[in-house]
C-alpha cells in the first residue's frame, strides 16, 4: 500500500503498440517483406513469435497500417527524425541595426556587413534611426540613410514597404531574398524607393 500523501505510480502505457492498437485489423507488415491484412491479435501473435512488438505506423490508413519491429529501435528512429526535422528548422528572428541621422560612414559599412549577414541566414533586419534632442526637426536625414540602406542590400534583402516615423524613431524593415529571387535580382533592376519630401521650413 501507498501512502496517501504520495501519488501512486503511473503505468506508462506504450500507445498505438500491441495491446493498445485498438483497430479490429491492420495491414501487417513483417521483417521478411510480407504484408498481409489480418485480425489485430494475430498480428500481435505472429509479431511476437518474431521477438518483436506490433507497432501501429499509419493509424489514418484503411485498413491501419502496422510493423513488427522492435519498439526500441523504432523509439530511437522516431527520435532521429525528429532531430532531423528540428535541424531543419529555421526561426525567423528580426535583426535589430540602430543608427543615428549623422551616422558616419565606418558604422554604416560596419552595420552593413552585419545586415548582410543576417539576411544570409534567413532573418529579418530592421534598420532604426534615432532621433535625439533637436534631431527630430531633421528626419528627412533619417529618411534618407534608411532609403539608401535598403537600396544597399537591395541583392540580399526586400523592403517591407516605405520607412515609418514612430515618436523619435524611424524605421524600415528588410526581408531576405529566395534563392530564386537572390539569383534574378542579380540581372534586375531594384525598384527605387521615394524620395523624401522636402523638409518643410518652420518659423
Known amino acids: 500500500m501507498y501512502p496517501s500523501r504520495f501519488p501512486r505510480p503511473r503505468v506508462k502505457i506504450r500507445e498505438n503498440v500491441n495491446e493498445a492498437i485498438r483497430a479490429r485489423e491492420v495491414r501487417a507488415v513483417f521483417p521478411d517483406g510480407s504484408v498481409e491484412v489480418m ?3 494475430a498480428a500481435i ?3 511476437q513469435e518474431l521477438g518483436l512488438d506490433l507497432i501501429l505506423i499509419a493509424p489514418t490508413a484503411e485498413p491501419p497500417v502496422a510493423k513488427a519491429m522492435d519498439y526500441g529501435q523504432w523509439q530511437y528512429e522516431q527520435k532521429k527524425k525528429q532531430h ?5 528548422q529555421h526561426v525567423i528572428q528580426v535583426k535589430e541595426l540602430k543608427f543615428r541621422p549623422n551616422t558616419d560612414d565606418h558604422d ?3 552595420k552593413m556587413k552585419h545586415a548582410i549577414r543576417f539576411l544570409g541566414e534567413g532573418n529579418r533586419v530592421k534598420a532604426i534611426v534615432q532621433f535625439r534632442g533637436r534631431e527630430i526637426a531633421h528626419t528627412d536625414l533619417g ?3 534608411l532609403i539608401r540602406f535598403a537600396e544597399d542590400l537591395s541583392a540580399h534583402g526586400a523592403v517591407e514597404g516605405q520607412p515609418r516615423l514612430e515618436g523619435r524613431n524611424a524605421h524600415v524593415i528588410i ?3 529566395k534563392k530564386e529571387v537572390k539569383e534574378k535580382a542579380k540581372d ?3 525598384p527605387k524607393l521615394a524620395s523624401p519630401p522636402a523638409p518643410s521650413v518652420q518659423g
Open 84 to 88: 532531423e526535422a528540428k535541424k531543419k
Open 108 to 110: 554604416y559599412e560596419f
Open 188 to 190: 534586375k533592376p531594384v
Open 45 to 47: 501473435r505472429r509479431a
Open 39 to 41: 485480425p489485430t491479435q
Open 175 to 177: 526581408s531576405p531574398l
Open 143 to 145: 529618411r534618407k540613410l
